[in-house]
């Protein structure tokens, strides 16, 4: 099983390459970048140059587009604005040389959960549409959710890859939070035949309504999570627990103990 750990965040643009650089040292291999607030590496100059440092490092980069995403809203311009921040996300990542654009798809509204997937399918499909007549490189990647209320449960994210041919991330913290289990056994099922799996893992507070906060990642929950991977595959697990640099070497220990 090829394993590449790392945490979510990179820093600002001025420490970023020495946070690499650091990251290195670490044994980590991974790095996903927050666009969470904003996307604030707007430069291409500044963007190439980090993406220059992380492969000459060995760090393969990914980003997490804008919390504020909502393929679903009754809102055209809402909806609009959300593909706009998506392509300009893979505009960046294209710059910067990273693999994928992970992203929140939307909320259910007043809809149905039927009439939720068909309307953020055809936005899903418009944003496909733009990325390849851009030739962006990332790959377009929704991710499982771990609130109840929220659209991106594992069937409806597995639905999309099937039915849009976009990628996807595999937040086993999200699965257990919306489930109460990490259903290892339905992820495999769902994605089972794609070679390539982005994950995100950390701790994770939940209640009836699923996720309430990533909290630091124990032992145990590693050690089962690496247990229940499959074998052939090739995986980036990216760490979201407020200590995220610490846990992924904490992850990568384990991993080199036990493999």
């Known amino acids: 099983m090829k394993v590449k750990f790392g945490p979510a965040g990179i820093g600002g643009i001025h420490e970023a390459i020495s946070n690499l650089e650091k990251y290195k040292s670490f044994g980590i ?10 996307t604030y590496i707007s430069k291409k100059e500044d963007a190439i140059k980090i993406g220059e440092a992380a492969k000459k490092l060995g760090i393969s980069l990914s ?11 009754a809102e055209k311009e ?4 959300s593909k706009e921040r998506i392509l300009k996300c893979l505009e960046i990542g294209t710059w910067i040389g990273a693999s994928r654009v992970v992203f929140h798809c939307g909320f259910y509204g007043k809809n149905t959960k039927e009439e939720t997937y068909e309307n953020i399918k055809l936005n ?14 990332p790959k377009i990647s929704p991710e499982i959710i771990g609130k109840k209320n929220v659209f ?17 991330c595999i937040d086993f913290a999200h699965v257990l939070a919306r489930y109460g289990d990490y259903n290892f056994l339905e992820v495999a099922k769902t994605f089972g035949k794609y070679k390539e799996w982005h994950i995100h893992f950390s701790g994770i507070e939940y209640g009836k309504n699923g996720e309430k906060k990533h909290i630091r990642t124990k032992e145990e929950e590693i050690k089962k999570l690496l247990d229940n991977l499959p074998k052939d595959k090739e995986i980036t697990i990216i760490n979201e627990s407020p200590s995220p640099v610490e846990d992924s070497v904490f992850s990568l220990n384990i991993f080199e103990k036990c493999h």
């Open 29 to 38: 291999s991974a790095c996903e970048i927050a666009f969470t607030y904003g």
């Open 63 to 73: 980003i997490h587009a804008q919390y504020w995403i909502n393929l679903n809203s």
């Open 78 to 81: 809402k909806v609009e604005k």
């Open 124 to 137: 899903l499909l418009e944003v496909i549409k733009k990325a390849k007549e851009k030739e962006y490189t």
């Open 152 to 168: 991106g449960d594992i069937y409806e994210i597995g639905k999309l890859v099937n039915e849009t041919g976009c990628s996807f």
